[in-house]
């Protein structure tokens, strides 16, 4: 399947692309050394796993491949907001050359590091977690989201934006809402990481990532929902709310 592509080599990864995408499979190349070596040392791992990283050079053989090579089920053609999919040591992106006619999204240098961290940080959960059949999609998306650090700048994702929007019109989710609806998940699962990590430390956030196999993180930092509901919606108010 990947035949017809070219290959950019690196130390323990793969980027295949094809040849008039060479210049992005580099950039992919350096994205993925600078994200990789933040995230190993953040997980205190050696180093990442296998990682066979696949520009598609078009929505349709985007879709091929999520389906072909991945064996991840997608609608065909996918929406256009689809532009990554991890699954293990694999990631297919859409190139940054197809943006434009293939996706709702232009190429933004910083916004496309942050997302190939982003989908590292997928791929490594999945390798370290004993059981990622049973995470929480918030404890997914909201892991990827912060330490990806899509989630400190305005950007086309609007991680950011939205959180401010929400909170400083007095639209705070309920802790039960954030935990069960898939876009709260992706917009103020960030918000949840930071949180916690913030009250229990950098390894503690590391240990659950690690340990936990029944999707109950929650319990594994010692937090019950009805006071971190308070001390969580307090902090956005008070914190993340008045952030520029
Ligand atoms: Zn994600």
């Given at each position: 399947?990947?035949?017809?592509?070219?290959?950019?080599e690196r130390?323990?990864?793969?980027?295949?692309?094809?040849?008039?995408d060479?210049?992005f499979?580099?950039t992919?190349?350096r994205?993925?050394?600078?994200?990789g070596?933040?995230?190993?040392?953040y997980?205190?791992?050696?180093?990442?796993p296998?990682?066979?990283a696949?520009?598609?050079?078009?929505?349709?053989?985007?879709?091929a491949?999520?389906?072909?090579?991945?064996?991840?089920q997608?609608e065909?053609?996918?929406?256009?907001?689809?532009?990554?999919?991890?699954q293990?040591g694999?990631?297919?992106?859409?190139?940054p050359?197809?943006?434009a006619?293939?996706?709702s999204?232009e190429?933004?240098?910083?916004?496309?590091?942050?997302?190939?961290?982003h989908?590292?940080?997928h791929v490594?959960?999945?390798?370290l977690?004993?059981n990622?059949?049973?995470?929480?999609?918030?404890?997914?998306?909201?892991?990827?989201?912060y330490?990806?650090?899509?989630?400190?700048?305005?950007?086309?994702?609007?991680?950011?934006?939205?959180?401010?929007?929400d909170v400083?019109?007095?639209?705070?989710?309920a802790?039960?809402?954030a935990?069960?609806?898939?876009?709260?998940?992706?917009?103020?699962?960030?918000?949840?990481?930071?949180f916690?990590?913030?009250?229990?430390?950098?390894?503690?956030?590391v240990?659950?990532v690690?340990n936990?196999?029944?999707?109950?993180?929650?319990?594994?930092?010692?937090?019950?929902?009805?006071?971190?509901?308070?001390?969580?919606?307090?902090w956005?108010?008070?914190?993340?709310?008045?952030?520029?």
């Amino acid at each position: 399947m990947l035949r017809s592509y070219l290959c950019e080599e690196r130390n323990g990864f793969r980027v295949y692309c094809a040849e008039h995408d060479l210049a992005f499979a580099r950039t992919t190349a350096r994205a993925i050394e600078t994200a990789g070596a933040s995230l190993t040392a953040y997980f205190e791992v050696t180093s990442l796993p296998r990682i066979r990283a696949v520009l598609a050079p078009d929505r349709d053989r985007f879709d091929a491949l999520v389906a072909d090579l991945l064996r991840v089920q997608i609608e065909r053609p996918s929406d256009p907001r689809r532009i990554a999919q991890p699954q293990r040591g694999d990631i297919v992106l859409l190139s940054p050359s197809a943006y434009a006619e293939h996706s709702s999204y232009e190429y933004v240098p910083d916004d496309y590091r942050r997302m190939i961290s982003h989908e590292l940080v997928h791929v490594l959960q999945e390798q370290l977690s004993p059981n990622i059949e049973e995470s929480p999609l918030w404890w997914d998306e909201g892991l990827a989201v912060y330490l990806s650090e899509q989630w400190r700048t305005a950007s086309q994702f609007c991680f950011r934006e939205q959180v401010l929007r929400d909170v400083r019109s007095k639209r705070i989710p309920a802790l039960a809402a954030a935990f069960s609806d898939p876009s709260l998940a992706y917009s103020f699962g960030w918000t949840l990481v930071r949180f916690l990590e913030q009250e229990h430390g950098r390894e503690a956030i590391v240990a659950a990532v690690k340990n936990v196999s029944d999707g109950n993180v929650l319990a594994a930092l010692g937090e019950n929902p009805a006071s971190l509901e308070e001390s969580w919606q307090a902090w956005l108010r008070n914190t993340v709310g008045r952030e520029a």
